[in-house]
T-cell receptor, first 109, second 113 residues
């Protein structure tokens, strides 16, 4: 079957670092996406990994291990505005996105 | 450049009625996706249209249907509304026929009473 697993909720402190993990199981694999969704708003694209390794983009980095079916999103220097849900989505052999339920990140001062 | 636009923003219906939601993709995007997001849950894939054709549909009953027009805008119809259809319906568009990066609209919130 196809499945994307990520933690339901995480809490972190302003200024700190947080890592949100995602494990996936898809029929075929064509890359993994991370999206950010603030409450009541549409998801917005953060990153796309198709090769193993770390992709860095400012305060956000995303890592992929295809052999382990594992990815993580790393957020550094957390700001209050980073409080949001973070959605992990894997692409299957038909390039269809399989979405996780999202990780709600709560940032505390 | 205008983003993905959806209408209406909010819609209130009663059980058994029909709802029609509309989506205009980003100019030049030919693929349109519809998702359902119930409160506190993840995105559930509904339908994918590309070049006017339905390419794939998710695990939803046939009363969820739609179409894509020649200008690539799209319409989602939900017939015989049930209480559990209450959700945020998100439309997304992409430039390529495979998924790539999706650009989402703000969504249409459907409430079924």
């Amino acid at each position: 079957g196809q499945n994307i697993d990520q933690p339901t909720e995480m809490t972190a402190t302003e200024g700190a670092i947080v890592q949100i993990n995602c494990t996936y199981q898809t029929s075929g694999f064509n890359g993994l996406f991370w999206y950010q969704q603030h409450a009541g708003e549409a998801p917005t694209f953060l990153s796309y990994n198709v090769l193993d390794g770390l992709e860095e983009k400012g305060r956000f980095s995303s890592f992929l291990s295809r052999s382990k079916g594992y990815s993580y999103l790393l957020l550094k220097e957390l700001q209050m505005k980073d409080s949001a849900s973070y959605l992990c989505a894997g692409t299957d052999s038909n390039y269809q996105l399989i979405w996780g339920a999202g990780t709600k990140l709560i940032i505390k001062p | 450049e205008a983003g993905v636009t959806q209408s209406p923003t909010h819609l209130i219906k009663t059980r058994g009625q029909q709802a029609t939601l509309r989506c205009s993709p980003i100019s030049g995007h030919t693929s349109v996706y519809w998702y359902q997001q119930a409160l506190g849950l993840g995105l559930q894939f509904l339908l994918w249209y590309d070049e006017g054709e339905e390419r794939n549909r998710g695990n939803f009953p046939p009363r969820f249907s739609g179409r894509q027009f020649p200008n690539y805008s799209s319409e989602l119809n939900v017939n015989a509304l049930e209480l559990e259809d209450s959700a945020l319906y998100l439309c997304a568009s992409s430039l390529t026929t495979y998924t790539g990066e999706l650009f989402f609209g703000e969504g249409s919130r459907l409430t079924v009473l």
